[in-house]
């Protein structure tokens, strides 16, 4: 069973920064899309970020210009540099990967998730 477990988490105040880490117990090489979820509670997980094997990536509006996804296959890790967060990026996030391609922001496409890590930006 593959396992995702992420990292990086914790308090910062606005206008701060964080790098999240997602390690994976397989190559993820082998995942054709791999990508980053928060959520907050009552609310539906979202996406935030998507990268595939090629190296392309995508990112919702709401992050564009202010967070950065990267892989390193050689580390089996999956990477979310966070930058300018503001309070409305409180959430957990979350790492997952897809056994098929290509992306999509569906989070039921993703067969594999990590347990979260969270994220609370305070003013």
């Known amino acids: 069973q593959v396992q995702l477990v992420e990292s990086g988490g914790g308090s910062v105040q606005v206008g701060g920064s964080l790098r999240l880490s997602c390690a994976a117990s397989?190559?993820?090489?082998?995942?054709?899309?791999m990508a980053w979820f928060r959520q907050v509670p009552g609310k539906e997980r979202e996406g935030i970020s998507l990268i595939d094997q090629t190296g392309s990536t995508d990112y919702r509006v709401f992050v564009r210009g202010r967070f950065t996804i990267s892989q390193d296959n050689s580390k089996n890790s999956l990477y979310l540099q966070m930058n300018d967060l503001n309070p409305d990026d409180t959430a957990m996030y979350y790492c997952?990967?897809?056994?098929?391609?290509?992306?999509?922001?569906?989070?039921?496409?993703?067969?594999?998730w990590g347990q979260g890590t969270r994220i609370t930006v305070s003013s």
């Open positions: 997952a990967a897809r056994v098929n391609s290509p992306c999509y922001w569906n989070d039921r496409l993703y067969k594999y």
């Open positions: 397989s190559a993820t090489s082998g995942f054709p899309c």
